[in-house]
């Protein structure tokens, strides 16, 4: 008897072992199913190429302009101060372009109106028995602009800078780039004066940043189409031309 109870015991036992292997090896595979579930979100980002911005950016347009007011003007945060920059800008070129107006002559016909006002307001009092009114100082601030000059004296020290290492004769590739850039400054040049190419690049700012930014979806994809066709052309120019160039010790000693 004590035999058929301890048999019975290491039955009961064992069912017991299987039962508990069962359980564990269905919350370890459900465990792994569900790792699974959250890993199959992550995967096809991970397979996933990364998406191509326009010149490489990987940050918002906003920032790219730079941030702050400036930025919020060219993208039209602000739809009233946006126009009204333009507007301005849009009156100085029909003002100066249009009209033909000098700049001299607009600064002297404003000075004399201004006088003619500031003397009429404090001499009118004297017909009406008041002592004329005190005319306000004007003083301009210096930070500003030296503000603005030290800021114009960096960025026009690190052009200059770019300019000599691209002249070094290192790479061809962006001295080519800056050949045909200087070139294609030069005919539009002749098309316009300075004013009119001013005003130019002063509305493309005001249009094309805001446009990219609503139909950056559509023109990325194109863009890499036509990055990828350029990449494609300027390996057989240089496979054809630029390769067979003596480029001289610089070259070599890079190389």
């Known amino acids: 008897m004590a035999e058929e109870s301890e048999s ?12 508990s292997e069962k359980i564990h090896g269905h919350d370890s595979s459900s465990s792994s199913d569900s790792d699974s579930d959250h890993e199959k979100p992550a995967s096809p980002s991970s397979v996933k190429a990364k998406i191509y911005r326009l010149f490489g950016r990987e940050r918002p347009v906003h920032h790219v302009l730079g941030g702050g007011k400036p ?30 107006y000098h700049l001299l002559t607009l600064i002297c016909h404003i000075s004399i109106l201004c006088l003619a006002l500031l003397f009429l307001w404090s001499n009118v009092h004297t017909f009406i028995h008041k ?14 602009f030296l503000q603005v000059a030290s800021a114009l004296a960096i960025e026009l020290n690190q052009g200059l800078k770019l300019l000599r290492d691209i ?16 070139w294609v400054l030069s005919i539009v040049g002749s098309w316009c004066n300075f004013l009119t190419l001013f005003y130019i690049c002063f509305v493309l700012l005001h249009t094309v940043p805001v446009l990219y930014e609503k139909y950056e979806d559509k023109v990325d994809p194109f863009a890499e ?17 630029l390769s067979k160039i003596p480029m001289g010790p610089l070259k070599a000693k890079k190389v």
């Open 8 to 19: 019975k015991q290491s039955a009961v036992e064992s069912m017991m072992e299987k039962i």
């Open 71 to 100: 930025a919020d003007v060219f993208l039209w945060r602000n739809k009233k101060i946006s126009a009204g920059v333009l507007g301005g800008a849009t009156a100085i070129w029909v003002l100066f372009e249009l009209i033909e």
């Open 131 to 144: 002592s004329p009114p005190r005319i306000p100082e004007i003083h301009l601030p210096e930070e500003p």
């Open 167 to 182: 002249a070094s004769g290192r790479n061809l590739k962006e001295f080519l780039m800056v050949i045909a850039a200087f």
């Open 225 to 241: 189409k036509a990055a990828i066709e350029i990449k494609k052309q300027y390996a057989v120019f240089d496979a054809k031309v």
